[in-house]
Nanobody, 118 residues
């Protein structure tokens, strides 16, 4: 059974930090590229960051460059999103996604809420 379980969300003040985790199981994690998306109320889901299967290549949305860092630990089947200097505009539900470059198969987690507010 494929599972992606996000954790680490919560309420944080502007300027603060959070570290999201996404624990994967049920598939060959090290063969999948991993991504973090977010969706704010009334807005479309958007790509935040992505990382290649072996962690060499990463890309970021312009809005988070220099503040967020995506990483992965293939030994733990986990992908992380370190979020620093958080802003109210970062408030959203954050989702992780796994995608096989070879087959195109995609899996999504259930999401974790991040709220940035004073």
């Amino acid at each position: 059974q494929v599972q992606l379980v996000e954790s680490g969300g919560g309420l944080v003040q502007p300027g603060g930090s959070l570290r999201l985790s996404c624990a994967a199981s049920g598939f060959a994690f090290n063969n999948y590229g991993m991504s973090w998306y977010r969706q704010a109320p009334g807005k479309e889901r958007e790509l935040v960051a992505e990382i290649s299967s072996v962690g060499i290549i990463s890309n970021y949305a312009d809005s988070v460059k220099g503040r967020f860092t995506i990483s992965r630990d293939n030994a733990k089947n986990t992908v992380y999103l370190q979020m620093n200097s958080l802003k109210p505009d970062d408030t959203a539900v954050y989702y992780c996604k796994a995608r096989s470059r070879r087959s195109g198969l995609e899996f999504w987690g259930q999401g974790t809420q991040v709220t940035v507010s004073s």
